[in-house]
């Protein structure tokens, strides 16, 4: 499962999943109540997951980034709402939920369509949705992003280090276009059985970012 920056990305990027997908797996994070590690190693961004590897691990971060804002959280703008190095695992749940609601209330294909091929109709209802609810849709902190954040590489080396510290087989992958600020990290392996995955992600993440323990990137 390889991790890069880029929630809606802030760091990690889900490579080549329509909004259809991408959907889909965040309303799948919700339901589910975990989130385990999106953005494995990047503090914010978009997740990519390997299938057969990153499941259970994206689904913590995923979890963390949908939901409906209510009208008291002061972050909520246009452009979605932003969450804070400091949010608390209750105030991204809610952001997370209060999007994933919205989704649903709009018919997104992803929340309502669980068999079948994507068909050019459902992406076409699926952006209409997401464009609906844009002013809903959780935001990473500045800080986990590598676009506004120009130290965001040192974090994620700080955060792999940790997570090497505690055993886990990781490295670093190099960044993806034309920021070399924007690299990511993914599993070698996943840990054996036991192992409290999502705590030792959470503060490794908190360590190299600073905060954003709460914070796990969602798809993008």
Not at 28 to 39: H, I, P, Q
Not at 59 to 72: F, N, Q, V
Not at 172 to 196: C, E, F, H, K, M
Request: charged content about 20%; aromatic content about 4%; glycine content about 10%.
């Amino acid at each position: 499962m390889t991790h890069s920056a880029p929630l809606t990305t802030a760091p990690y990027t889900t490579g080549g999943r329509g909004p259809l997908a991408r959907a889909a797996a965040l309303g799948m994070a919700v339901l589910t109540g975990c989130c385990l590690l999106t953005a494995c190693g990047s503090g914010s961004g978009s997740a990519r997951t390997d299938a057969a590897v990153g499941d259970a691990a994206s689904l913590i971060t995923l979890a963390a980034g949908t939901a409906t804002a209510s009208p008291s959280d002061k972050a909520a703008t246009d452009a979605g709402v932003q969450l804070r190095l400091d949010s608390s695992p209750e105030e991204v749940t809610r952001a997370r939920m209060g999007y994933a609601t919205c989704l649903k209330a709009h018919r997104a294909p992803s929340t309502i369509k669980t068999t079948g091929v994507a068909t050019s109709a459902d992406e076409a209802a699926q952006k209409a949705a997401e464009k609906a609810c844009a002013g809903k849709r959780p935001l990473l902190p500045p800080e986990m992003d590598p676009r506004t954040n120009p130290h965001y590489a040192d974090a994620v080396r700080v955060q792999v280090k940790c997570m090497k510290d505690h055993g886990f087989k990781v490295h670093i992958t190099p960044a993806q276009g034309s920021d070399p600020n924007a690299i990511g990290w993914i599993y070698d392996r996943l840990p054996g059985p036991g192992v409290d995955i999502q705590k030792v992600q959470d503060d490794c993440r908190a360590r190299g970012f600073g905060g954003g323990a709460a914070v796990g990137p969602a798809p993008e």
